[in-house]
């Protein structure tokens, strides 16, 4: 293993680890906001993280460039994707979470 | 690389067990709407399958079709299927819907045992080497015009297969449109957020479809994966609210929904004209061929998924008032 | 024992589970959420015994029927759920009627 693949392993263990965080507020959080909330910020590093990874590794600058694009897809889709349940959930008239 | 086969192992058999637990809670979840949403990670979870099986083309479809699009087909009716009871003032039957498959019923369980044992029984006597057709296709893969063996298989060797198929979907669609009537102009507005979304990523999901029928010649990608692609944006435009302008709902979209088999039909009349068999192409243009039909396959798959999606049929014209 | 056989006793599992469910349940929407298991069952089956060349490339005939398979399957869905939400729109249940002998 040469140094590029240490700091791939390395990006990428680190973006596993925020999904792990993100699908643990998932399961654990107390309303549908909260959840979304830990799901799109921790889900969207950890990607972002993976992605890098794999840069790392790619072969050339074009291939680079598409994982960012997906990077940036994914970014577009689950923010807008997020307000559309959030919103939805208001309109049905779930409650915010009160401790 | 032996601590490699270990953790491949590990990760197989944990989605092998994913998959199985996955399908059981489709199945057999209280709640309609959590067994949808349960499939449509069902289906996420088989692309991985797929992955793992050396199989990235079916992956990419499935991501897109078994699970994206199926999905909204699910949901959409679903939706629809809450009206339809609403009005008919029977508001117990998604509550029965809920509880009916609390009981386990034994006889069906005993025999689906059987049939899984033998069937289990016959998969693991099979062979553990067989060739089947690869070294066929890959003897033959330089005179496809393609070099991915799958897009080869699709469109040159098995192309026939790809012709009926596309007849399928048409079938498919007129089946809908005749059951379910003409469409309504449309209703709700989308809000701004949906909106803003569908006008930025139409036009990058069409450059996706185009791209990944370009590389299906020589990589993972081809006319199903465009198709269920264009099929996506389509799917898109439908819920923010946007709906094919009466003008072209007639003969135009027709023409498109066509357009794939009739590419197709014509091809293989054309090289039995000229001394071939059906659908065999000239070696020296076979690539450029591929790709037209691949092309015409393209447009007609995505806008008939889209179609189907949207049910009832587009009213042309003449129809208004 | 390989990967292949694996995935393909995954199928056999998910075929057969599906097949449980479309006997069993009874609502129309559950019914074809069992086909589509079962059809991702006998993909499953399908792709991983083409795994079996022992180079690695696999068998691309299969990959090719399973393919035209989704998009085949996703078509009959569609129109089994439009026949779904017809025969409701006539009846009000999303139920199949029961037989005359019970």
Request: glycine content about 10%; charged content about 15%.
């Amino acid at each position: 293993m040469n140094p590029s693949d240490y700091l791939s392993a390395a990006l990428m263990i680190a973006g596993a680890v925020f999904f792990l965080a993100g699908t643990l507020g998932l399961l654990r959080f107390p309303d549908v906001y909260s959840r979304l909330h830990a799901l799109t910020k921790a889900d969207n590093v950890g990607l972002g993280l993976v992605v890098m990874g794999l840069a790392v590794q790619a072969e050339s600058w074009a291939v680079v460039g598409k994982l960012l694009l997906i990077w940036l897809l994914v970014l577009l889709a689950g923010a807008s994707v997020a307000h559309l349940i959030a919103r939805g959930a208001l309109e049905r008239g779930i409650k915010l979470w009160r401790r | 690389m032996e601590a490699l086969t270990l953790l491949h192992w590990t990760f197989d058999i944990l989605l092998g067990l994913g998959l199985l637990w996955l399908g059981w809670r489709v199945l057999t979840s209280p709640d309609l709407f959590n067994a949808i949403v349960l499939f449509v990670a069902f289906g996420l979870l088989m692309a991985l399958a797929w992955v793992r099986l050396d199989a990235p083309d079916i992956a990419l479809a499935e991501a897109a079709i078994g699970a994206g699009l199926t999905g909204a087909l699910l949901l959409a009716a679903f939706a629809k299927l809450r009206t339809v009871e609403k009005n008919h003032d029977i508001a117990g039957q998604l509550e029965k819907g809920k509880l009916e498959n609390r009981s386990f019923q034994w006889w069906p369980a005993t025999f689906l045992l059987v049939v899984a044992a033998g069937l289990g029984h016959t998969v693991l006597s099979l062979p553990h080497y067989a060739t089947g057709l690869s070294a066929e296709v890959s003897a033959n893969l330089k005179s496809s015009g393609v070099s991915n063996p799958v897009t080869a298989v699709l469109l040159n060797f098995r192309g026939y297969d790809t012709l009926l198929e596309m007849v399928v979907l048409l079938l498919a669609l007129l089946g809908v449109w005749s059951i379910s009537g003409s469409a309504l102009p449309r209703e709700a507005a989308p809000g701004p957020i949906l909106d803003t979304l569908s006008r930025l990523l139409t036009p990058v999901l069409i450059l996706v479809a185009a791209y990944l029928l370009w590389v299906g010649a020589h990589a993972p990608g081809g006319a199903f994966q465009a198709g269920a692609v264009l099929g996506a944006a389509g799917v898109l435009l439908l819920l923010s609210g946007w709906r094919l302008s009466s003008h072209l709902a007639g003969l135009p979209l027709r023409i498109i929904l066509v357009a794939g088999p009739v590419a197709f039909v014509a091809m293989a009349v054309f090289t039995m004209l000229t001394g071939g068999q059906f659908l065999e192409y000239p070696r020296a243009e076979a690539g450029t061929l591929i790709l037209f039909l691949e092309t015409a396959a393209t447009l007609s798959i995505g806008t008939t998924l889209a179609a189907l999606f949207l049910g009832e049929r587009p009213k042309n014209k003449r129809e208004y008032p | 024992m390989s990967a292949a056989f694996l995935f393909a006793l995954v199928g056999v599992g998910l075929f057969s589970l599906g097949l449980y469910a479309l006997i069993v349940h009874a609502h129309l929407l559950r019914k074809i959420l069992a086909i589509n298991v079962m059809g991702s069952g006998v993909f499953l089956v399908l792709v991983a015994l083409a795994k079996r060349t022992g180079e690695s490339q696999p068998d691309a005939v299969p990959h090719a029927l399973v393919i035209t398979g989704i998009v085949v399957a996703v078509s009959a869905t569609a129109l089994a759920l439009t026949l779904m939400l017809k025969l409701t729109a006539e009846t009000g249940r999303a139920e199949l009627p029961e037989d005359q002998g019970k």
